[in-house]
Nanobody
Framework: EVQLVESGGGLVQPGGSLRLSCAAS????????MSWVRQAPGKGLECISA???????YYADSVKGRFTISRDNAKNTVYLQLNSLKTEDTAMYHC???????????????????WGQGTQVTVSS
């Protein structure tokens, strides 16, 4: 059974930092692209970052230069480092698994077909 468990969210002031983690199990992690998708209150889904099995990374313009995605295949974990946080980054952050192995989906949200429950990030003074 595929499981994705996010952690690391919380309340942070503007300009602050957080590191999100997503522990994966139930599939051959190293073979799959992974992404981080967020949903802010009243807004749609936004795929903000992705990393394929080979380590290539992708970022939405809204987070480029501030967020960094990485993965540790030995630990079956994908990370998202959030720096220079803004109030508009407030959202539920989910990690998501690519639909098929050995594929590179970039930031195409529908291609990530299994999501975790999410971790809340709130940026407020």
């Amino acid at each position: 059974e595929v499981q994705l468990v996010e952690s690391g969210g919380g309340l942070v002031q503007p300009g602050g930092s957080l590191r999100l983690s997503c522990a994966a199990s139930g599939f051959t992690f190293r073979d799959y692209a992974m992404s981080w998708v967020r949903q802010a209150p009243g807004k749609g889904l936004e795929c903000i970052s992705a990393i394929n099995g080979g380590g290539s990374t992708y970022y939405a313009d809204s987070v480029k230069g501030r967020f960094t995605i990485s993965r540790d295949n030995a630990k079956n974990t994908v990370y998202l480092q959030l720096n220079s946080l803004k109030t508009e980054d407030t959202a539920m952050y989910h990690c998501a698994k690519g639909a098929d192995p050995f594929r590179n989906y970039g930031l195409r949200t529908p291609a990530y077909n299994y999501w975790g429950q999410g971790t809340q990030v709130t940026v407020s003074s």
